[in-house]
């Protein structure tokens, strides 16, 4: 592309519209994810017994293991999410903006 599409594509409108919508929404997802697995970790560190507990009386196998394993599986639903948004809404506000740079 010539610079002249570029300089088009980033004066519209649209562009900001996008980079604000996509820079908001992942930067929400980052905050989540962050603050679930650095709690997780604090947990951990200072107060181990909480998660040490057993799932059942006798059991060997610790809360901490659904947990965990709760972490992993949410993480990948928002990612899923992420990309589920990514491959609509921002896709189409991508193409309305490249349409309009190239006509």
């Known amino acids: 592309m010539s610079s002249e599409v570029y ?7 649209k562009f ?4 604000s919508k996509r820079s908001r929404f992942a930067w929400t997802l980052t905050f989540v994810v962050l603050g679930i ?7 951990v560190a200072f107060n181990p017994t ?4 057993p799932i ?9 293991w659904p ?3 709760s972490m992993i599986l949410l993480f ?5 999410l992420y990309v589920r948004r990514a491959n609509s809404e921002f896709d ?6 490249v349409k309009g740079a190239i006509e």
Do not use: C, Q, S
């Not at 189409?92 to 903006?97: F, G, L």
């Open 16 to 19: 900001d519209e996008l980079v």
């Open 7 to 13: 300089e088009r594509i980033r004066k519209n409108p």
């Open 56 to 64: 059942w009386d006798g059991g060997k196998a610790t809360i901490a």
């Open 92 to 97: 189409d506000i991508n193409a309305e903006i």
């Open 76 to 80: 990948w639903l928002m990612t899923g």
């Open 37 to 43: 697995y650095f709690a997780f970790i604090m947990i």
């Open 67 to 69: 947990i965990g394993v």
């Open 50 to 53: 909480a998660l040490a507990a």
